[in-house]
Nanobody
């Protein structure tokens, strides 16, 4: 069983930055691909970014490329999402997810474990 706990969300003005973190309680964290997804009110869950177990394979949704950066620290069982140049349309609950030993996926259905989410609100 993998438990994931997100943190770092909050209220930020347009153009601002936030750094989300996800802490995983599993000894074999380095065997999991990790993903970030988000869900805005009334919308479906949306892929944001994913990183392979080794960190060598990274994928971003097109609208996040150049603004968001995903990074993992296997020694600390954590994955982070640095979000810059935030826009009001980035407002959503952001979720961390884990997928055991496969290629990073953009599909939420491929992830086995999910955190509870952290709210990000971009507003002036």
């Amino acid at each position: 069983q993998v438990q994931l706990v997100e943190s770092g969300g909050g209220l930020v003005q347009p153009g601002g930055s936030l750094r989300l973190s996800c802490a995983a309680s599993v000894r074999t964290f380095s065997r999991y691909n990790m993903g970030w997804f988000r869900q805005a009110p009334g919308k479906e869950r949306e892929f944001v970014a994913a990183i392979s177990w080794s960190g060598g394979n990274i994928d971003y949704a097109d609208s996040m490329k150049g603004r968001f950066t995903i990074h993992r620290d296997n020694a600390k069982n954590s994955v982070h999402l640095q979000m810059n140049s935030l826009k009001p349309e980035d407002t959503a609950v952001y979720y961390c997810a884990a997928d055991y030993l496969s290629s990073p996926s953009r599909s939420a259905d491929d992830y086995d474990y999910w955190g509870q989410g952290t709210q990000v609100t971009v507003s002036s």
